[in-house]
């Protein structure tokens, strides 16, 4: 494999807290050197003079589809879309068809990633089978199978003793347990989140409540089991305050928030544009302001697209009838920027949240420019302007709400294992 050298890059390295001016030399899949004025010698030469080199993204939240909903999205694209963000390793929830909640499903992922995705893809096995939040799964043959972690993201386990042994098994076999923490008693048909802006369009309410509640039930829990309970896409204010409270009390809960829960606030959906409807609902300025507080002060660990690929015609229907969720791979990088340009975050702890963080959750390589690690590298310039058009994009689906949008900072290449896997001017590089 030949040898690569960036050159001149401000270097964001969060895992040995480097931020300075110079050059990275990959080789061999590996970062073979990080200093000043590296040897060009047999060296690939790319001048990244006024841009940001970092470890690649991890995004441990999306959904690919595959098996058996490939019209949305399959893992070739998938994998695509996400290095065409910096992603250079994802996981992917378990609400397939079939679920992901058998050995079987999870090595078709495995083996369907290894020869489709030029981005590492981790399956997160099904927590319960079926998703049905009733039966356990065999999570000692799914982590066996290469299960990384454990989810019925898209449903709720509300039967809490179901929980409870879930979580309780999941000690077993060291992993942790996904939640999407929604009352769906406390929920009801809600659409969007309850509030003025509900009252305003005449939709169906989805309260704070619903999500603050099950937080609640699932933090105790992991109190009691000492299990290990991520907490995905958190969106209300109450929700963070309890993570907070729980993580000073030694409990072992972590967390992430997406890219739409800190910019956009329910008034997006004013609209009615469906690409505005999420599974947790877009909420009031108070809990972007308390989502974007905990990503500071590391209440929440990282953040993660919930990637959620719908057909056109899917969501070309009735908000109340349309599907939750949205693409957001190649659009993370420059809606995550924004914290950077407030003052919120600097360059390096906003790497950290996009990388590093979601690398140590999953355990998997990544997350570091140490010498010897893993030559997963993202090339950023956190100035480009541009126009983001799904159309021309990598994912089979177009739901985005900033389509159309201008955004401000754009990954120009991503290297996986050392190989140039994108980059802006010749697209996906693959295979």
Known sequence: MSRILLRGGRVLDPATNTDKVCDLLMEDGLVLEVGQKLSAEDAVVRDVSGLWVAPGFCDMHVHFREPGLEYKEDIASGGRAAVAGGFTSVACMANTEPVNDDPAVTDFIIDRARADSPARVYPIAAATKGLQGQVMTEMSALVEAGAVAFSDDGSTIMDGGVMRNVLEYSCLVKKPVIVHAEDCCIRGKGVVNEGPVSTRLGLPGNPTAAEDVLVARDIALAKVTGAHVHIA??????????IRDARARGVHVT??????????????????????????????QADVDACQAGLVDGTIDCIATDHAPHAVHEKDTDFIEAPCGIIGLETALPVCLGMVRSGALSPLEMMRRMSTEGVKLLNCPGGSLEVGAVADVVVIDPDLTWTYDPMKGYSKSRNSPWSGKPLTGRVLATYVGGKLVFDVNEGVLFP
């Open 255 to 284: 967390a992430e928030v997406t890219p739409h829960h800190i910019e956009l606030t329910d008034e997006a959906t004013l609209g009615y544009d469906t690409n505005t409807k999420m599974a947790p609902p877009l909420r009031s």
């Open 233 to 242: 896409h958190v969106s209300s204010a109450g929700a963070v305050e309890q």
